[in-house]
């Protein structure tokens, strides 16, 4: 059953989200909340060097110092095979994640995991650490990309053949894949073009930044049932993960969801669980793990850096006739950067006759990136939306305009093959144009960028169970962790089907034992996909309820209708009979059957895709080179709000974290390889005095996919604020920064540059 | 018969190089079925790593995806997301 | 840390004793604000930590006549809302302002400040253009030092075993004298400068700079005073050919590094670009007063 | 290792406690006293996640030793809310949709409540720059400053009425 277009009571408005008070109170369980009777405190043992062969780790002097009661290394877990599954925002081998949780024979980054301790207090592991000796063989590393794909580079994997290149290559490099879509006829259309514009555009890893670090406490008893209560963005990824890296059954983990505090894709694997279980396991104990911040930062996956040249062929008037686009990603330690969906992004919003678009995935000294909101889409953005700007500014055309004239639409064939379907990026074009900020007025110094961007979002397996209280309230439980607001969304759709008021709907996120498998809380497919199947699940729960009411009543089911969370008679023939009430029924369930609940089990598919465009005016200090942003619009094609201001609030989110990775977030790596900036302090987010209000324009075409119309929001919006700010700042300054961060001291060499 | 494109390169190793069908399929598992009996191995390689997209409309491990004669599809890598 | 121990003492005494008799390294704990931070990453390791914030003498300020006493061990939100002092030298109370969020204003002190020793120490060119001085106790007695004698380099000062600073004398401003202070940072808080300038000048008639002092941060290893800035500005009105030498002359002082916060070309013109936008807030306020 | 013992006020209790010299705040009040409200973001003041009220200023815990509580006052996100009665920083947040993962908000909550005891109202420049220790990485501020300057203007109708 569709609701778009339905007059609807719930859905669009702003209730209160049923978490809301236990987080404002401090009452919210997080991954580090958690503690259990006999509990003890692990810690990890790092690498200090970028790459070098483990000769031997002397855990004996750790293991006399009193309260420590066990240490793990990766002799402590399975030595397995390289076997492929699709996870998070790419395929990934579980050798490959089970090394990079506890390193075998060498490591690979700074940061590095080589041992881990169980001891009686936090400051008892700490100094037990100090005690694991290690005897390393420093090997060469390479750090940056075009350095980890040169001929000569030290190599992370003597075992890494690059694929996609035929014939096999004879000898391995750091290049783990080249990756080829191609549209039309390239040559033929730079021939077609009047002209063609080639610029390189490169970025450094930014990290997601969730401010509450991993955090995990695991517990194993006697007869091998294993308990988990992590921070993550998928407990049943967890529960995965940990069986086949430690060979459980999966039924022996049970997989808590804590509340997580951030993730953006980050928390879309594994790092502190199998460990901990681990040493649990060794001990007997019940053992809790919390990263540092500088653990987190030197450990846990960033988004890739990247290097990304661009070539733009177009007419006159601005048509564009051919594009190609080269895309190097860094994926860390271990294969799977996601320049795949880098690729099929990086011309998604253009109808472009004629396309190539090249992706390398490069292996390098650095810990393994991990999905970062849109993962692979901002680094294509980043270059395809500056050079449209740039070329917009050759050919004498507005931005706006030229992005008009060649903007995806339904019908459109994309870069990738498939033809788009009811899109929605023309509107979000639309909306600029009608919007105030785009032709407010600009004082001197300051400048106006736009620029758009694309995600998939995606569907997938999702559960979610309804139940009726006796006295006409409900629960709704489903397996995804509630990341930012998802349990009110999902409670919204529930009380809309069953037509009562939402605070009548309680929403909780259930265990891996009690509720069936649900994918991770990622690709902002929570409200799409769960939202389905919280959907769906309270259309079964009405329709028994109109059965028991039937029974009541002593007519057809079919004779009842469903309004408001009521029972009525469907017309005069169906008998004169006073309304039933939500309540009424379930007070009499145990007479007409039990009780009323519905579970379903789906895997969601037609995730809308999903389109935005962001207006950003900047003001550049041109002696210092700080750029301040001063106003800020996002516009985004959300199939339709279900609880606008989480909507609003995923929007203004995203910009924000694009604004940083614009502006001053990077990894800065010393001559050593060692990462010089693992804190909140030279890591540098925005905080509130860097921003101005981020508004927001919601476009809503519906997908019809969904039963609310609801497309996935979260990810599209860090796509366009680099490129947004880096084409403001030129119109502001007059310069073109083409690497990020465009940090004060970048800024003002640029400046200094032009000013010759 | 429905005319199915594998979208990039990454299967040329089972496929020699060739990326466009045509295949008697009015499912996915069909289509992956009988892509595999043509070309060994590429039908694991595809349920693991790739999505389908059947009339601009993107499907994740679905076999029962319905593919009409008429229809446009495109075998693209599988997506994920942050 | 094994065998850590803390006191708090009540007296100066108490505390240069137990500064002066501690086997091991010993640690003052004025706001804590550095110190905790490098004790959680191991980079300190100190057998003894001194709590000097329930001595009298550390905490608070007093109106001593020519000058200001200020506790060392002050947390920077008493000194921004002490009203007389940001009358008298608004360039203090603003650097001490800047030092890290509202919370570190909370806790974090001049004392700690200075003995931190970083040479981006926000309000130690603040407190050294303003010509004060501290008071150091220590097992022989007390001194009193200019403040630009106590950091000799990057985590490094001139005080002994068992000293330690006891207060601030900050001189009251003549007629037509004030300060200003500023710092770069690529966010808008919560970074360590780049570059810090204090500019503290004295105006005479008609407006003419007939003293001033200009101190730099973050481009050497300590804060520096910079004679030949200040010379740029004395017998001078602030004109466009004397904001030209003084940025000249700050930038002819700076020895700075590249590090992840700054490059030493980016440092060097950025240094030259205060000085000047700082004096020009210092005059306008001298001219004011 | 030797522990010292500790009395002092939390959230109008008085409360002992024994703590090793080198533990924080932070640590006493999660680990020994079960007050997890306050979060531990980046153990060096940069997050203000851990943010808590101590003599009536505020303060990041993890910056503070445990020892140094002793005799002091302290006031937690714990301590915000009268009984059932939420604060009305705590209310405008839940009204504005001012938090999502939820991590920085018991920070956030102290540090508005702070900012409007000393400043009732503030200007949105004001708000974002005593907020500015503060990091949020889920909402971009956006909300957040309007949950605190229309708390301000709730509780300056309130002190009118």
Redesign the interface.
């Known amino acids: 059953m569709t609701f778009i277009g339905k007059d609807l009571k719930v859905v669009g408005t702003r209730p209160i989200r049923p978490d809301g008070v236990d987080k404002v109170t401090g009452r919210a369980n997080f991954g580090a909340d958690m503690t259990m009777p006999g509990m003890i405190w692990g810690k990890i043992k790092r690498s200090p060097h970028a790459h070098a062969r483990i000769k031997r780790i002397y855990t004996e002097k750790a293991l006399s110092l009193p309260g420590v009661k066990a240490v793990v290394t990766a002799a402590d877990f399975p030595d397995i095979a390289a076997e492929e599954a699709f996870a998070g925002e790419a395929i990934m081998d579980f050798r490959d994640l089970s090394r990079n949780c506890m390193a075998r024979g060498k490591v690979l980054y700074d940061g590095h995991a080589v041992a881990a301790v169980a001891a009686t207090s936090p400051a008892i592991a700490e100094a037990a650490l100090d005690l694991i000796e290690i005897e390393y063989e420093v090997l060469p590393f390479v750090i940056d990309v075009e350095a980890a794909m040169a001929e000569d580079a030290p190599l992370l994997h003597d075992t890494l053949f690059t694929q996609g290149v035929e014939p096999k290559p004879s000898r391995p490099s750091n290049i783990a894949k080249r990756i080829n879509f191609t549209k039309g006829d390239v040559e033929a259309g730079f021939r077609e073009a009047d002209h063609i514009i080639e610029r390189r555009y490169t970025g450094k890893p930014v990290h997601q930044g969730y401010i509450e670090p991993h955090a995990c406490v695991a517990a194993v008893a006697a007869d091998g049932q294993c308990m988990i209560w992590s921070s993550s963005q998928g407990h049943f990824m967890v529960r995965q993960y940990c069986a086949h890296l430690l060979g459980i059954d999966i039924s022996n983990i049970r997989a808590m969801p804590a509340e997580i505090g951030g993730g953006f894709g980050g928390k879309t694997l594994v790092y502190l669980e199998p460990v901990a279980l681990a040493l649990a396991r060794k001990s007997g104990r019940p053992v809790k793990i919390v990263m540092t911040r500088e653990e987190v930062f030197r450990a846990s996956g960033p988004a890739a850096g990247s290097v990304v040249e661009v070539k733009l062929g177009a007419k006159k008037d601005g048509r564009l006739t051919a594009g190609e686009v080269v895309l190097k990603y860094q994926a860390g330690a271990f294969p799977g950067s996601p320049v795949g969906p880098g690729c099929m992004c990086a011309f998604a919003m253009y109808d472009l006759p004629n396309a190539s678009v090249t992706g390398y995935d490069v292996v390098c000294n650095r810990p393994k990136v991990a999905a970062y909101r849109a993962p692979g889409a901002p680094n294509a953005s980043w270059g395809v939306e500056s050079c449209l700007d740039e070329l917009a500014i050759e050919l004498g055309i507005d931005p706006l305009s030229l992005r008009e004239k060649n903007a995806a639409r339904d019908g459109t064939k994309a870069v990738h093959g498939p033809t788009w379907q009811n899109i929605g990026y023309a509107e979000t074009l639309a909306a600029v144009r009608a919007h105030p900020h785009w032709t407010a007025p600009l004082g001197p110094g300051q400048g106006r960028g736009i620029a758009s961007g694309f995600w998939f979002n995606i569907g997938g397996e999702s559960s979610a169970a309804v139940h009726i209280a006796e006295d006409g309230t409900a629960a709704v439980a489903t397996g995804n962790p509630d990341i930012g607001g998802s349990r009110a969304s999902i409670a919204m759709m529930v009380a809309e089907v069953l037509g009562i008021p939402v605070e009548r709907v309680r929403a909780i996120v259930a265990d891996t034992a009690s509720i069936g498998y649900t994918f991770l809380t990622g690709g902002s497919r929570v409200t799409f996909a769960t939202g389905m199947a919280a959907t769906e699940a309270a259309e079964r729960v009405v329709e028994e309820l109109k059965k028991r009411a039937a029974m009541m009543w002593e007519i057809s089911p079919e004779a009842v209708e469903w309004r408001d969370g009521m029972a009525y008679p469907a017309g005069p023939n169906a008998g004169a009979f006073e309304p039933l009430s939500l309540g009424e029924i379930a007070f009499r369930s145990a007479r007409t059957g039990g009780p009323i609940s519905a579970e379903l089990s789906i895997n969601a598919q037609g995730a809308g895709p999903g389109f935005g465009t962001h207006i950003c005016d900047v003001e550049v200090d041109r002696e210092t080179g700080a750029v301040k942003i001063l106003r800020y619009t996002a516009i985004q094609d959300v199939g339709r709000a279900i609880h606008p201001a989480y909507v609003e609030g995923q929007l203004q989110g995203g910009v924000t974290q694009g604004i940083g990775w614009a502006l001053n977030e990077e990894y800065i790596y010393d001559g050593e390889g060692r990462l010089d900036n693992p804190g909140f302090l030279d890591y540098r987010i925005p905080v509130a005095s860097d921003l101005p209000m981020i508004d927001t324009v919601l476009v809503e075409v519906p997908n019809p996919r969904h039963p609310f119309g609801a497309r996935g929001v979260g990810e599209v919006p860090i796509v366009p604020p680099t490129a947004a700010v880096a084409n403001a700042i030129y119109r502001a300054a007059g310069v073109r920064l083409r690497d990020l961060p465009m940090s004060p001291p970048h800024v003002l060499a640029a400046l200094d540059k032009s000013d010759g | 018969m429905p005319h199915v494109v594998i979208s990039g390169d990454m299967v040329r190793r089972f496929t020699g190089g060739e990326r466009e069908f045509e295949v008697e399929a009015t499912t996915f598992r069909r289509l992956v079925l009988e892509l595999d009996r043509r070309f060994p191995g590429l039908g694991h390689q595809i349920e693991e790593g790739m999505a389908i997209a059947i009339d601009g409309e993107i499907f994740q491990d679905a076999y029962a995806a319905p593919i009409r004669p008429d229809s446009e599809v495109y075998l693209i890598p599988k997506i994920g997301g942050g | ?6 006191i ?1 003492p009540t007296t100066i005494d108490e505390a240069v004793r137990a500064l002066a008799s501690a086997p091991g390294l010993a640690k003052c ?1 004025a ?3 550095d110190l ?2 490098q ?3 191991g980079r300190s390791r100190p057998e003894l ?1 001194v ?1 000097t ?1 329930r001595i009298p003498d550390l905490i608070g300020i007093r109106d001593a006549g020519d000058h200001f006493v200020i506790g060392a061990a002050t ?1 920077g ?1 008493s000194i921004s809302a002490c009203a007389p002092l940001c009358r008298a030298w608004p360039g203090i109370t603003e650097a001490v302002d800047l030092i ?5 204003q ?2 974090a002190s001049l004392g700690g400040n200075l003995c931190n020793a970083s040479p981006a120490a926000d309000s130690v060119p603040a407190v050294i253009a303003a010509r004060a001085t501290c008071v150091v106790a220590g097992p022989e007695g007390t001194r009193e030092v200019p403040v630009e004698a106590i950091v000799t380099g990057p985590g490094q000062t001139s005080l002994k075993k068992g000293e330690f600073l006891v207060e601030f004398h900050v001189p009251k401003p003549a007629p037509h004298q004030s300060d200003a202070y500023l710092r ?1 940072i ?7 400068a ?1 570059v810090g300038c204090a500019v503290n000048v004295t105006l005479g008639e008609r407006g003419v700079c007939r003293d001033a002092r200009v101190v730099l941060g973050a481009v050497a290893p300590t804060p520096i005073l910079v004679p030949e800035a200040a010379e740029a500005l004395v017998g001078h009105w602030l004109d466009e050919e004397t904001l030209a030498r003084l940025d000249a002359a700050a930038r002819r002082a700076s020895k700075p590094i590249t590090d ?4 030493i ?2 440092r060097i ?2 240094a030259g ?1 205060l000085a000047r936008r700082t004096a020009a807030i210092a005059f306008k306020r001298a001219g004011e007063c | 290792m030797k522990k010292y013992h500790v009395s002092t006020t939390i959230n109008g209790e008085p409360v002992e406690f024994l703590c090793e010299p080198q533990q924080t705040l932070l640590d006493v009040l999660r680990d020994t006293l079960n007050l997890t409200g306050s979060k531990e973001g980046c153990a060096s003041g940069d997050c203000g996640a851990c943010t808590v009220i101590v003599d009536g200023r505020m303060v990041c815990s993890c910056l503070m030793l445990g020892v140094e509580a002793e005799g002091r006052t302290v006031t937690t996100v714990e301590g915000i809310a009268t009984g059932d009665t939420l604060h009305p920083v705590q209310q405008k947040f839940l009204e504005h949709a001012a938090l999502q993962c939820g991590f920085c908000t018991p920070g956030f909550i102290v540090a508005a409540k702070a900012l409007l005891d000393e400043n009732p109202n503030p200007t949105e420049e004001e708000a974002r720059y005593w907020l500015a220790g503060n990091l949020c990485r889920c909402t971009g501020y956006d909300k957040i400053i309007r949950a605190v300057l229309d708390a301000a203007s709730e509780m300056r109708r309130e002190a009118a009425e």
């Open positions: 840390m094994p065998g850590l121990s803390f708090a704990l706001g804590g604000t905790l931070v004790l959680r990453s930590i709590d914030k947390p939100a890290g969020s509202q919370q570190i909370g806790r770069f690529p966010r808008t808080e919560m970074d360590i780049v992840k916060r700054g490059t070309e980016y013109k950025v670009v």
